[in-house]
């Protein structure tokens, strides 16, 4: 999942498509390709590797029209190679299409196509998309109905992109759910479509930004949009300003409110390439961890700074319960001060988005010192926390320019879900039954995360209650114990609101001093192991005159009654539940910062990187 650009107008596509993808570059892929109507057939240009490989190989064998599509891949199902690369064909040589996203329930669909009689040439979940617009496609069901019925199928976020030889005038786009954003541009004589700005921005201002479940039929004399159910859509057109910072933001006024809402597409991207899920494994090869590496490992210490810190402290609970490694997570500016005890079979494990932050770089230094062995989790290729490790994990987040990290905190809490469930295999402490599990359970994460994102006019109204708060308590136990101090941060650095993250347990050893109907407290209470003891802690609150804004999972009828307002969540395997319950809490800091008026992107005294101690 990563870039998709088409066009339809007078000029030749092939440059446009390729030009547009090299705009996109930057979010990563492993392959490229593209589909143009040439002389009314489909041709197909696709090859693993980057773009230069594209361009070799149309260079190769030219292939010229009017109207096509193209798209950049992070593989999600199916190696990373051409026969896995988007676009997908028919088996008719009808349809053509590239997608971005996970398709759920592929594995359903793709047994029952097959009983059809359909015989699959990829790997690919996406595939499974472009036979069912065919089996739809006739001369009563055009593309865009055809589309239309295909995607009712589908479970999932989706941002979906096809075109057919027997409408040579018409591309259909259509957008589930929050797997990265489609955006119509629209020119004299010619349309655009991309996933995101950068790919046409200097062909257009004028764009159309899909919504979820909505699709446009793109001609080249404009656009019409409808709902999935195939009602018309008034839309608006929006003119985009050449200003390239506020070109970037698109549709959202803050570049943070952008980067929540990219966490679908992020997340997406964390996963593409390092499951395999129908054999139930984990690839992490840039690690260079060997299972002889991992039976000796004696301790993992995870050393990073603000909230790269709280994401390791749901690592070590995710890699001691599934690895049954132990692990401790130190602060970066107190590692390399403590003396730790650390022995050559250790792991000093590093997050940090810029790879840049001085104490976290110390504090690798300091493990390098005692015999350790260096991994990092980053967000920035090839910054210094990469540079010196002996493997690393990228983030695949894509640029983060707000301050306030949120892309960057889900991201690497899914790559330590995933480290886990590797140590676990190659040290033999899983068996097959429960690995299969745990890695089935990653794809519904971006849809998960798509369904946070769908709910964020009711966190704003629980926002507007609290725009004048001077202070908040975050309680949360367990797995989610990281995620009350990483919404209390959040709130912190943005609003400027006194915030205190604290372990719900804890909270009759002293903060229960501070409650009263003038403290809002914040209790993170999805159904989890820790369920009942946060109830109880609710309890308390209450008995206190508490405030109390509970974050809670949908169907909960015990919650309600006792809080004062209630933030829902998904239902969400436990594990990955901290990147469904910091989500809304990612919205409600935000939108708290943005009604007080405050600059959301910069705040005071902060800054992106921090290079020194």
Known sequence: MCGIVGYIGPQDATPFILNGLKRLEYRGYDSAGLAVLQDGEIKVRRDAGKLSRLAALVAEDPVHGNIGIGHTRWATHGEPNARNAHPHMGMTGDVVLVHNGIVENFLELRAELEDEGVEFKSETDTEVIVHLVERYLSSEDGLAEAARKALRHLRGAHGVVVMSRAEPDKIVAARIGNAGGVVIGLGEGETYVASDLPAILEHTRQMVFLESHQMASVTRDGVEVNTLDGEPFPFEVQNVPWDPISAEKGEYRHFMHKEIHEQVRSLTDTI??????????????????????????????????????????????????????????????????????????????????????????????????????????????????????????????????????????????????????????????????????????????????????????????????????????????????????????????????????????????????????????????????????????????????????????????????????????????????????????????????????????????????????
């Open 272 to 613: 593409a390439g390092r499951v395999d899920f129908e054999a139930g494994r984990i690839r992490l090869p840039d690690l260079n961890l060997t299972p002889a590496l991992a039976r000796r490992i004696n301790k993992i210490f995870i050393t990073a700074c603000g909230t790269a810190a709280y994401a390791g402290m749901v690592g070590k609970v995710l890699i001691e319960r599934i690895a049954r490694v132990p692990v401790e997570v130190e602060i970066g500016s107190e590692f390399r001060y403590s003396d730790p005890i650390v022995r050559e079979n250790d792991i000093v494990l590093a997050i940090s988005q810029s790879g840049e932050t001085a104490d976290t770089l110390a504090a690798m230094e300091e493990g390098r010192s005692k015999g350790a062995k260096l991994w990092s989790i980053v967000n920035a290729i090839g910054s210094q926390a990469m540079r010196i490790a002996d493997g690393f994990i990228s983030m695949q987040t894509g640029p983060e320019i707000g301050v306030a990290s949120t892309k960057a905190y889900t991201a690497p809490l899914v790559d330590l879900y995933m480290l886990a469930i590797l140590l676990a295999d190659l040290r033999g402490t899983i068996d097959d039954q429960a690995r299969r599990s745990l890695v089935a359970d990653l794809r519904f994460v971006p849809d998960l995360a798509g369904q946070c994102l769908d709910r964020e006019a009711e966190v704003e109204e629980v926002a507007q209650t609290l725009v004048d708060v001077r202070h908040a308590l975050y309680l949360g136990r367990g797995v989610n114990m990281p995620t009350a101090y990483e919404g209390a941060l959040k709130l912190k650095e943005i609003s400027y609101i006194h915030a205190e993250g604290y372990p719900a347990g804890e909270m009759k050893h002293g903060p229960i001093a501070l409650i009263d109907s003038e403290m809002p407290v914040v209790v993170i209470a999805p159904r989890d192991p820790w369920y009942e003891k946060m109830f109880s802690q609710i309890e308390q609150a209450k008995a206190r005159g508490g405030r109390v804004i509970a974050v809670a999972t949908d169907g909960d009828e015990l919650i309600p009654p006792v809080a004062d307002q209630v933030i829902w969540v998904p239902e969400t395997p436990w594990m990955l539940s901290p990147v469904t319950t910091v989500i809304p809490l990612q919205m409600l800091a935000y939108h708290i910062a943005a009604l007080r008026g405050l600059d959301v992107d910069q705040p005071r005294n902060l800054a992106k990187s921090v290079t020194v101690e």
